[in-house]
């Protein structure tokens, strides 16, 4: 059984940094693309980045470029999210996705995502 567990959401400041890793059980990882994906409140699920299963090829959304690191730790079948310089517009659920390719369009299985508040 397919299962992506997220977690290091949280508060913080506009400005300050968060790290999101995700927790992958039940496939070959190493094989899959992986993505994250967020959800802001009253909107729909806008793609954040991708990184291809050897972790080789990274893609990223206009809104982060520059500003997230995507990166997997294939021995110990994780994803990460490093998200530096938050803002405001960054708030959102974030859920991590098996992919089949680096597309804004190519994740398909999500775990139950982790919230990020970005507040003064």
């Known amino acids: 059984e397919v299962q992506l567990v997220e977690s290091g959401g949280g508060l913080v400041q506009p400005g300050e940094s968060l790290r999101l890793s995700c927790a992958a059980s039940?496939?070959?990882?190493?094989?899959?693309?992986m993505s994250w994906v967020r959800q802001a409140p009253g909107k729909g699920l806008e793609w954040v980045s991708a990184?291809?299963?050897?972790?080789?090829?990274?893609r990223y959304a206009d809104s982060v470029k520059g500003r997230f690191t995507i990166s997997r730790d294939n021995a110990k079948n994780m994803l990460y999210l490093e998200m530096n310089s938050l803002k405001p517009e960054d708030t959102a659920v974030y859920y991590c996705?098996?992919?089949?390719?680096?597309?804004?369009?190519?994740?398909?299985?999500r775990g139950p995502g982790t919230q990020v508040t970005v507040s003064s």
């Open positions: 996705a098996k992919a089949s390719g680096l597309g804004p369009r190519d994740f398909n299985f």
């Open positions: 039940g496939f070959a990882f190493i094989d899959y693309s």
């Open positions: 990184i291809s299963g050897l972790g080789g090829l990274k």
